[in-house]
């Protein structure tokens, strides 16, 4: 088996349970941790990617160039990884973060939206960077056309292609299922990726499933810092690695002490399955949508999780927060 | 498949985050919660089965008859069940037990040790209760000698043969190897059960893999609350199988308004994978052990887990903590 590549994403993904907080200094110090406790890759950037903060997706508590700057320099065996949402961040930006040392990025798009990053994998690969294609809320594409999706990327120049359960809503089948698509009909040489939410507390399971089945890059984040239910906690993940006896860089026990001693102080609320986040992944929609169904629910007298159920029954995405009042409005006629 | 049969350990396994401290009210009014929202069995005991408060186990808050006393008569649908431990709770603990409407019982025995159960095993059937084999710590046995256990416990009498992950130190195939072996050795008439304990955060992965497998007898509890890192989390498991459409008795947003409204109140410190909880699993020892190898580790100038995974390399059992410091000087030298 190809030893895995452990992507951490403590310091993008797990901007979201701080509402993008990080202090400048907060990022380094992880940073060097991660790095000296192995990790291949190290994600920095707004929950949201680059350029995300905003009135939209909350501003975060530094700019992404104030939290890249003097990070790479700092990495003795980590690849600088950055994300970005076409639509959100420029090429511009990817450039910038190109000249601070970052040297590969995921291009992130709905799952039924590859076409969407095209341009900007393309340009990253003019860039010479590595390139990632992130199909997001993965769940919702059979598995047979979100492997078209990934096909789409692949051709574009990616790298590597990940099944992305943002809410996640997968259970183990279906990671495997969507796995196999991939390897159907990606060439040998593109690498797939898998990157786990924890919703249904199946974040470890269905990373080792998807390794088991052929992916060689794998997502996870200190504590499981993320949003919702958290990532594939890294942690826990390199424990069951080492179980397995699965070759890879990263040092156990540096990474449960940072886990413990740095990142899970850092959480305003624990990152945590509890009804709140396993309602999204039972439901499989946007965590966005938690609080607009929320309020929906007290007004009209109905239950959170029924409204989220019916979201998702409709096939609603991100964006569409407004239209939760007029679903709640039909569910009581 | 048959449709699982799921046991709540939220009032027994669940006694240890709370050093056996529920109240006769708190237990009563999570019996009826649990029977109302359609789960089939609840177990109720000392964290260490009937009798099990004690100097060695800690003092529960009521004593077993305390919390069984009133509650069978409450139950419209769930079965009331018990545990117990052969050295520990006398049979005339258990005929006392029979005789306050438990149907059901668990004989709880080290997973080398299933002999040491057949005089219980044999006398709960002659009083004509529902009997489970429980062979604890079942990664410290191979799936052929851990099959060779449950043989000697059907053949005493049990209707059901557990594969219990004590420690929460089985990996996915550890448990579908295991389950697989009891099938080839167990007649076909005897239900296999599986208890998972989430250390690697593997409880719910771990139990569906082992109902795949046949298994259908499940065990979980709300929140997870039980020993070390708790068991698989009940509302997260009838999630989950919700999601896969396997048949079952429970009502989903019962069990989550009950987990979160009235079981994570109660945890005094949060029931989930940390240094400590993951130390354990990844070791696989006894969560008796992590005091005494702290306190050695301190004074020895140790890793705690390097001394929890020489533990486990000696194959030490519960009732060896005494020997913990002989361990670290070995270390040390």
């Not at 076409?86 to 992130?108: F, Q, W, Y």
Request: proline fraction near 2%; glycine fraction near 10%.
């Amino acid at each position: 088996m190809k030893k895995p590549y452990i992507q951490d994403v403590t310091l993008r993904d797990g901007m979201h349970p701080i509402g993008h907080q990080y202090t400048k200094e907060q990022v380094k110090e992880l940073a060097i941790a991660l790095d000296r406790a192995g990790v291949d890759a190290i994600e920095i950037a707004h929950g949201d990617g680059l350029a995300g903060g905003s009135f939209t997706f909350g501003f975060g508590a530094q700019t992404d160039w104030e939290w890249l700057e003097g990070i790479s320099e700092e990495l003795t065996h980590a690849r600088l990884t950055t994300l970005i949402l076409p639509g959100i961040a420029t090429m511009e930006d990817l450039e910038k973060a190109k000249n601070m040392g970052v040297e590969s990025v995921r291009i992130a798009t709905h799952c039924t939206e590859a076409d969407t990053a095209i341009q900007h994998i393309q340009g990253a690969k003019k860039l010479g960077m590595d390139v990632g294609g992130f199909l997001m809320m993965a769940h919702m594409n059979s598995p047979k056309n979100l492997a078209e999706q990934a096909k789409i990327m692949e051709q574009a120049g990616a790298d590597c292609v990940y099944v992305t359960d943002s809410a996640g809503a997968l259970l183990m089948n279906d990671v495997k299922d969507r796995i196999e698509a991939f390897k159907e009909i990606l060439e040998p040489s593109t690498e797939i990726g898998i990157h786990c939410h924890h919703n249904l507390s199946l974040g470890v399971a269905n990373t080792i499933i998807a390794m088991q089945h052929g992916a060689t890059r794998l997502d996870a984040s200190l504590t499981g810092m993320g949003a919702g239910a958290g990532n594939a906690p890294l942690e826990v993940l390199i424990a069951v690695l080492n179980k397995m006896e699965v070759s890879h860089n990263c040092d156990l026990y540096k990474l449960m002490d940072t886990a413990e001693d740095i990142v899970r102080p850092l959480q305003k609320r624990p990152v945590r399955v509890d009804r709140e986040t396993l309602s999204l992944g039972y439901a499989g929609v946007y965590s966005s949508f938690l609080l607009h169904s929320e309020r929906a629910a007290q007004k009209y007298g109905l239950d959170t999780r029924a409204i989220l159920e019916e979201l998702a029954r409709r096939g609603m995405v991100g964006g569409q927060e407004d239209m939760i009042v007029d679903v709640a409005l039909d569910m009581i006629k």
